[in-house]
């Protein structure tokens, strides 16, 4: 047998034929190929899967973002809090206002040597 007499001849009615009867592929040869179509689909599959991964971790780091840099206006607000009421005026002010007797020393604190 020689390999064009198994074969028919590509013409229109022949692929309109077997188009319809789901044999296409097969009359144009393409099963020759089917180990190097199933590996362009198994990496357009990964691709398609690392590209949403990717789409994912670029939304992740957005949001964070915009949480960090409300954590840096809020880590401002504390700071500042906290210096401003370390001063000396504000704290005996808010002694005062507490209530307690505790206030400034009139004179420095002595130095003690030992012998």
């Known amino acids: ?17 077997s188009l319809f009867s789901g044999d296409i592929l097969t009359l144009l040869r393409v099963d020759r190929f089917l180990p190097v179509i199933i590996f362009l689909f198994a990496l357009g599959i990964i691709n398609i899967f690392l590209n949403y991964m990717i789409e994912q971790t670029m939304v992740k780091v957005e949001r964070n973002k915009v949480v960090l840099e409300e954590y840096k206006i809020y880590h401002a607000q504390k700071t500042y809090e906290f210096v401003k009421s370390g001063r000396m005026s504000t704290v005996q002010q808010m002694l005062e206002e507490r209530g307690s007797k505790v206030t400034a020393p009139v004179k420095p604190a002595e130095i003690i040597k030992a012998d």
Do not use: I, L
């Not at 020689?2 to 034929?17: A, L």
């Open 1 to 17: 047998m020689n390999r064009s007499e198994n074969q028919e001849k590509v013409t229109f009615k022949t692929v309109v034929k």
